[in-house]
């Protein structure tokens, strides 16, 4: 009898092992989205000039990265317009995940027999709550908006407008957003970012090759012309989960590959006043920056090359990741990340372990494994119908 107990213990436990074990391999997470805005309008030629087809093909994919995080899955597409010119930050979804909204920085208008851009100033509210996810409302914000950022709390946003040398402050109540004030920068500003706290943001001045220092009480954002020098061409910033740290991508002088290192610039938040403690080489022309949730890495998108002329010494077939250990006030490059053509955006998953990267002139996502401060690639691609020129995902 006890060894036959033993046989049944035994056999059992095999059973619940293997269960385990098919568990482990199934998708168990919950929907969490991230945005896709696709732009079939701009084609970069064989020697790098930007072809411009007609307009009506563009979209706003919203893709589950949350059931299957290794595997994701587009679950919506909404016909709305979108542009690659710009920082791939021109959306955002709300920290609940209710909402979503999206600039589109630049309209299309004839131009004799071809086509040419001119700034636009619509802003996309989408709610994330329907099935499938709907276009609910349409905003008139400033010029050619751009980067943008939805603050912690998810009552606040504000939006860079390239053309109007402004920022748009945005209040959110529930799913209404209303444009409430304009912030005067004095010059043109690309992408703008809250500290976690919300009591501040940064904003990229990149002509000017500066960062500029905004205060934010409630609803009422001011600017004291307070700036940060930066690298060259300051596209994008981020800032560390705690707050002690910003980023800024620093885009380079001709704003595209060129075959000369660029860097990111480092700001101690901390410090009174703010101030830039550091300048990392991460090789050429970053531009997508995004900082993991668990504020151990960053990841910068290089173009590398690869939105270049291709008879031209620096083109590469392919973008990379250039990926910074942080520790404390020490940023560190510690590695590359070969993914796709003309990559933009880049998005973390909420949890950290996996990061998507979206490739322009592949129409594609790459994702990227995540252990600690170690990236790899897994070799997945996710197809997309069209050329992603951002992305971003859900509020931290």
Not at 10 to 25: E, G, R
Not at 264 to 287: F, G, Q, T, Y
Not at 302 to 327: C, H, I, M, T
Request: aromatic share 6%.
């Amino acid at each position: 009898m006890a060894i036959r107990a033993l046989r049944a213990v035994a056999v059992a436990a095999a059973a619940l092992a293997s269960t385990w074990a098919f568990a482990a391999t199934m998708p168990s997470g919950k929907p969490e989205y991230m945005l896709v805005g696709i732009d079939n309008k701009v084609v970069f030629g064989d020697d790098g000039s930007l072809q411009l087809q007609p307009p009506g093909n563009d979209l706003v994919a919203i893709v589950d990265i949350g059931t299957d995080p290794e595997n994701p899955k587009i679950v919506a597409k909404l016909p709305l317009m979108n542009s690659v010119v710009g920082p791939p930050t021109n959306l955002a979804i709300t920290p609940d995940g209710t909402l979503a909204i999206v600039a589109n920085s630049l309209d299309w208008v004839p131009d004799g027999a071809n086509w040419k851009f001119v700034p636009d100033n619509k802003l996309y509210v989408i709610d994330l709550t329907t099935d499938p996810p709907a276009l609910i409302e349409t905003l008139a914000i400033g010029k050619q908006p751009s980067g943008l950022s939805i603050n912690r709390a998810g009552n606040l946003a504000l939006v860079a407008n390239r053309a109007d040398n402004s920022i748009s402050v945005l209040s959110i109540q529930g799913k209404i957003v209303k444009l409430i004030d304009t912030v005067p920068m004095g010059e043109q500003v690309a992408a703008v970012v809250f500290t976690p706290d919300g009591k501040r943001a940064l904003a990229a001045k990149f002509p000017g090759n500066k960062v500029a220092l905004l205060n934010v009480d409630g609803q009422k954002v001011t600017y004291d012309k307070r700036d940060l020098p930066v690298g060259l061409w300051p596209y994008n910033v981020g800032i560390m989960p705690d707050g002690k740290l910003a980023i800024t991508s620093d885009n380079g002088n001709s704003g595209r590959s060129d075959g000369n290192v660029d860097t990111v610039s480092v700001i101690d938040l901390e410090a009174n006043p703010p101030r830039v403690i550091d300048k990392i080489m991460v090789n050429e022309s970053p531009e997508g920056l995004v900082v993991s949730p668990t504020g151990q890495v960053a990841a910068v998108i290089l173009l590398g090359g690869s939105d270049g002329p291709k008879n031209q010494w620096f083109y590469n077939r392919s973008g990379k990741v250039a990926v910074l250990k942080v520790e404390g006030k020490k940023v560190t490059k510690t590695g590359e990340v070969v993914v796709g053509a003309i990559p933009e955006g880049a998005v973390f998953s909420p949890d950290g372990k996996w990061l998507y990267v979206c490739n322009y002139s592949d129409k594609n996502i790459s994702v990227l494994r995540v252990d600690g401060d170690k990236v790899t690639d897994t070799g997945k691609t996710v197809p997309l119908p069209g050329s992603p020129a951002s992305l971003r995902g859900r509020v931290q």
